[in-house]
């Protein structure tokens, strides 16, 4: 992942990440000194909490619990109390599901020990990511809770199986629902805003995140698609979380989904770059030298946003051979109907539908695609995707298309 890492490294700025403090520290210093924090960062969702320290090197740690009150308690050995750490309290915050406060002291001359207080028993999972884009060493706390029903909240089912390695066993691949879509049922649709959390994804001149953007088109296209008589729809993340690749795909596999559509706003390296642009998979290489690069940096995004498993990555699997040609012809046909939408609001990057190997597109007989809205690194175009009015015309062009495509009698047939 060489080449990908360094790609992501020139388009990425992680600037404007959420609840951070960097600490200005010159090379000699830490070159000459132990190791030392130089970020941390909380992330709260309803899903689960995740907490990132980053540091110059590698952290020794140890983890345990306290009760009465519940508390996990993580010692950091061979690291000074800085200012860095003293700042994790201030992070915590109110509406955090889990963490109710944190401490952080100097518990011996060569250990610094984080006490989280909790608001209710959690399962905590604690893994070391390596350098990777302008992240430096990063140790990551994901804090789920302990008592979980898969009934109510899917996505944690899932994010346990997969930590677990069990999501390929849990959720094999299924075909869509019985009857035809939108005849006899509901199309079922699922949006996949890309990146958030961890992951900002690209980031524009002016401090604009794709993470963020990309989940206000999602959620105005939600709002179009509920309101259709013959559609329901599900969103693979709907608040600022890491979601793996793979878990992404598994719940569109899981509700059954007729459609996948992954939402973008890319960066090239030449800011001069702009318009829209649609891709699907191909399992015969990328059809260009720009999709190639695309669906480098994006499978990726495992690797920035941090997995637990670092070998049940998306990437490792192949299911390349489970892809059926009918499933990638419906997701072609599916795009160029959204591709020629996208051409009536705003200038086309290619008037065709791109093709590369995509691990979030990969979900076995469900028509999937990948829409890059606009470039965030233009400038022009990082204004227009931060206005209302983009926003919902992409949305609008987006479930034009669909309609479009399940407008054809073929598409039904084959969709039954």
Do not use: C
């Not at 689960?48 to 590698?58: A, D, H, I, K, P």
């Not at 892809?323 to 012809?329: A, F, G």
């Amino acid at each position: 992942m060489s080449g990908s890492s360094s790609a992501i490294s020139r388009r990425r700025l992680l600037q404007g990440a959420g609840a951070m403090w960097l600490l200005s520290v010159s090379q000699v210093g830490l070159a000459a000194g132990a190791s030392q924090v130089i970020a941390v960062r909380v992330w709260p969702s309803s899903t689960y909490t995740r907490v990132t320290l980053e540091s110059n090197r590698m952290l020794k740690y140890r983890q345990f619990a306290l009760s009465n009150p519940e508390r996990v308690v993580v010692d950091l050995e061979g690291v000074q109390l800085n200012s860095i750490l003293k700042g994790l309290s201030g992070q915590i915050r109110g509406d955090d599901p889990f963490i109710k406060s944190a401490r952080v002291g100097q518990f011996d001359p060569k250990t610094v020990r984080l006490v989280f207080e909790l608001k209710q028993n959690v399962t905590p999972h604690l893994f070391a990511l390596a350098p990777v884009a302008e992240f430096k060493e990063r140790t990551v706390m994901d804090l789920y809770p302990a008592n979980t029903n898969s009934e109510q909240d899917p996505l944690l089912a899932l994010l346990e199986d997969y930590n677990n390695g069990q999501l390929d066993k849990k959720v094999p691949p299924a075909g869509p629902q019985p009857g035809k879509a939108g005849r006899d049922r509901p199309i079922v649709i699922m949006l996949d805003p890309g990146h958030g959390g961890e992951d900002p994804g690209a980031i524009g001149k002016y401090k604009t995140r794709e993470k963020d953007v990309v989940l206000q088109i999602a959620r105005r296209l939600r709002t179009l698609i509920q309101k259709e008589p013959n559609m329901k729809v599900y969103m693979t993340r709907n608040e600022d979380i890491f979601i793996p690749l793979k878990v992404r795909v598994a719940k569109a596999q899981k509700q059954r989904a007729d459609l996948f559509v992954s939402i973008h706003a890319d960066a090239f390296t030449n800011r001069s770059a702009r318009g829209s642009s649609v891709f699907a998979l191909s399992t015969k290489g990328a059809t260009s030298a720009a999709a190639k690069y695309l669906a480098e940096t994006q499978n990726a995004a495992d690797l920035i946003g941090g997995v637990s498993k670092s070998g049940d990555r998306y990437l490792d699997h192949t299911m390349l051979d489970m892809v059926q040609s009918l499933t990638i012809n419906d997701s072609l046909k599916f795009g160029k109907e959204v591709l020629n939408r996208l051409g009536n609001i705003n200038k086309l990057h290619k008037n065709r539908v791109d093709q590369a190997g995509f691990a979030v597109l990969k979900a076995p007989e469900i028509p999937s695609i990948l829409v890059e809205t606009a470039f965030i690194s233009n400038v022009e175009e990082e204004r227009k995707l931060k206005t209302a009015a983009f926003q919902q015309q992409v949305a609008e062009s987006i479930l034009a298309g669909i309609k479009a495509y399940f407008a054809d009698s073929s598409t039904l047939a084959r969709r039954a």
